[in-house]
């Protein structure tokens, strides 16, 4: 039997495409920041890079009835080349955005037209996410540019995200003084994954 695909299949494929790219895009940039020391950048790409994994399951998994099948499918995909970490931030934001604002909001309206109820909501649920991918990249790329990303105007709790170190203070630590590892694996304590920012800043006002 001839397998028709509909829109939303082509959509769900492009979908995949995307997301599998942008992980490998994050992995990539992962890797120039370690190489510049930016390990705290590192683990942000890396982090959002399994979310973009996350999301290509969920997408190809509602490819399910085109299982055995090729699925040719046009789209216009993003090449950021920048030597510089600002512009690869700068880059992600805007890649991000335009999932969020145009991309999936595109698509769960044809998916609506399609009768695909459970792509609509993902799609609509994703590009949510990939707003706030969005506002994360943005920020850090404000504190890097800023020369902020280890200074804050205000006494803040850093982290080190090698060894879970605490210090309080404007600036993180030149070097971390438990694991020694060195001042780009510090990252504000309320952005930190599983932590409450909440408890940090009222240990800052303590
Ligand atoms: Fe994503
Ligand atoms: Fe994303």
């Known amino acids: 039997m001839i397998f028709t695909p509909t829109e939303t299949h082509l959509n769900l494929m492009r979908a995949f495409a995307g997301e599998s790219q942008a992980r490998n895009r994050y992995t990539i940039a992962a890797k120039k920041a370690k190489e510049k020391n930016l390990y705290v950048l590192e683990e942000v790409f890396l982090y959002t890079a399994d979310q973009e994994r996350a999301?290509?399951?969920?997408?190809?998994?509602?490819?399910?009835?085109?299982?055995?099948?090729t699925l040719t499918i046009d789209g216009g995909f993003p090449v950021d080349i920048d030597p510089a970490m600002s512009g690869i931030l700068q880059a992600?934001?805007?890649n991000e955005r335009a999932e969020a604002n145009d991309v999936y909001p595109a698509f769960a309206a044809q998916a609506d037209?399609?009768?695909?109820?459970r792509a609509a909501a993902v799609f609509r649920e994703i590009a949510k996410i990939e707003a706030v991918h969005a506002e994360r990249f943005g920020q850090f790329e404000t504190w890097l540019s800023g020369d902020a990303l280890f200074s804050n105007n205000a006494v803040c709790v850093w982290m080190c995200q090698n060894c879970g170190h605490?210090?309080?203070g404007t600036?993180?630590?030149n070097v971390?003084?438990?694991c020694l590892h060195e001042q780009g694996y510090f990252l504000r304590a309320e952005?930190?994954?599983y932590t409450n920012g909440v408890t940090y800043r009222q240990q800052v006002m303590a």
């Open 176 to 178: 971390c003084p438990v």
């Open 55 to 69: 999301h290509a399951a969920v997408f190809y998994d509602l490819l399910q009835e085109a299982s055995g099948q």
């Open 92 to 94: 992600a934001q805007r």
């Open 191 to 193: 952005m930190a994954a």
């Open 113 to 117: 037209r399609d009768g695909n109820t």
């Open 166 to 168: 605490l210090h309080t």
């Open 171 to 173: 600036k993180a630590p």
